[in-house]
């Protein structure tokens, strides 16, 4: 069940025709607009992100991504109580939320908006036992030390990767601090995916990132494909959803 603190009177949510470029909100003497993604602003409101991409937009990557790490841990034998997850782009809490119901006693967030950690804090205070806010590809020591000491089991991304989200370096970093044996899963747009011709996801590295994560360094244990959630002009948003396992 959601601890999501009571929000503001949201109104009606209306969108920009013809594109995704901002979000009108609110009661219907007071609207308010914000840029579809600016996620400060949207997070600095009570209940706004969560009405708008999960309940207006049918967001579901985070179930998603959480419910294959618990097929995969029931698979494995691994129960979820033991688990020390880093959730990467940790946003509002939304994750650790769903990782808290299968059973996941111990989370840790991180996020690049620090507008995330206030929206957590206040929204949902106490589901992280830590949330540092910056770029895990240029993360101070004192930081880094600080997710180190957590000794992740596993790191998730809960919501679908794209072009404009973090780079392969960033994924790469936060798998690169997981033991052997240690889980991660993520969500990617299909333009992404290994032997992907699509030239902006060729431009992006993720293709020939994924193609040597799994032949090099990790075993691929579940997968996924299903919709993100709707865009505004009601078509569909992709995604494929992926758990794996470092080798020895």
């Given at each position: 069940m959601s601890i999501l603190r009571a929000p503001i009177d949201l109104g009606e949510i209306a969108f920009s025709p013809g594109g995704e470029n901002w979000v009108e909100f609110g009661p219907v003497?007071?609207?308010?607009?914000?840029?579809?993604?600016?996620?400060?602003?949207?997070?600095?409101?009570p209940g706004l992100y969560d009405r708008v991409f999960g309940e207006e937009l049918g967001m579901c990557s985070t179930a998603r991504v959480v419910g294959l790490y618990a097929r995969v841990l029931e698979?494995?034998?691994?129960?979820?109580?033991?688990?020390?997850?880093?959730?990467?782009?940790?946003?509002?809490?939304?994750?650790?939320e769903e990782l808290r119901a299968i059973g996941v006693h111990r989370v840790f967030g991180l996020d690049l908006e620090p507008q995330a950690?206030?929206?957590a804090e206040r929204d949902r205070p106490g589901i992280y036992d830590g949330y540092l806010v910056g770029d895990l590809a240029e993360l101070p020591e004192p930081k880094l030390a600080a997710l180190m000491a957590f000794e992740p089991t596993a790191v998730?991304?809960?919501?679908?990767?794209?072009?404009?989200?973090?780079?392969?370096?960033?994924?790469?970093?936060?798998?690169?601090?997981?033991?052997?044996r240690g889980l991660f899963g993520f969500a990617v747009k299909p333009t992404l995916l290994a032997g992907s011709d699509d030239r902006a996801g060729l431009a992006s590295g993720y293709p020939e990132f994924l193609r040597e994560l799994f032949a090099d360094r990790?075993?691929?244990?579940?997968?996924d494909a299903y919709v993100h959630r709707r865009r505004t002009d009601g078509s569909d948003d992709r995604a494929v959803a992926f758990v794996g396992r470092l080798r020895d």
């Amino acid at each position: 069940m959601s601890i999501l603190r009571a929000p503001i009177d949201l109104g009606e949510i209306a969108f920009s025709p013809g594109g995704e470029n901002w979000v009108e909100f609110g009661p219907v003497d007071a609207r308010e607009r914000v840029a579809f993604h600016d996620y400060a602003e949207l997070y600095a409101v009570p209940g706004l992100y969560d009405r708008v991409f999960g309940e207006e937009l049918g967001m579901c990557s985070t179930a998603r991504v959480v419910g294959l790490y618990a097929r995969v841990l029931e698979q494995l034998n691994r129960p979820p109580s033991a688990e020390r997850v880093l959730d990467l782009g940790a946003g509002n809490g939304i994750g650790a939320e769903e990782l808290r119901a299968i059973g996941v006693h111990r989370v840790f967030g991180l996020d690049l908006e620090p507008q995330a950690r206030e929206a957590a804090e206040r929204d949902r205070p106490g589901i992280y036992d830590g949330y540092l806010v910056g770029d895990l590809a240029e993360l101070p020591e004192p930081k880094l030390a600080a997710l180190m000491a957590f000794e992740p089991t596993a790191v998730l991304a809960l919501s679908a990767l794209g072009i404009d989200h973090a780079p392969p370096a960033v994924l790469d970093r936060a798998i690169g601090l997981l033991p052997a044996r240690g889980l991660f899963g993520f969500a990617v747009k299909p333009t992404l995916l290994a032997g992907s011709d699509d030239r902006a996801g060729l431009a992006s590295g993720y293709p020939e990132f994924l193609r040597e994560l799994f032949a090099d360094r990790a075993d691929e244990l579940a997968r996924d494909a299903y919709v993100h959630r709707r865009r505004t002009d009601g078509s569909d948003d992709r995604a494929v959803a992926f758990v794996g396992r470092l080798r020895d």
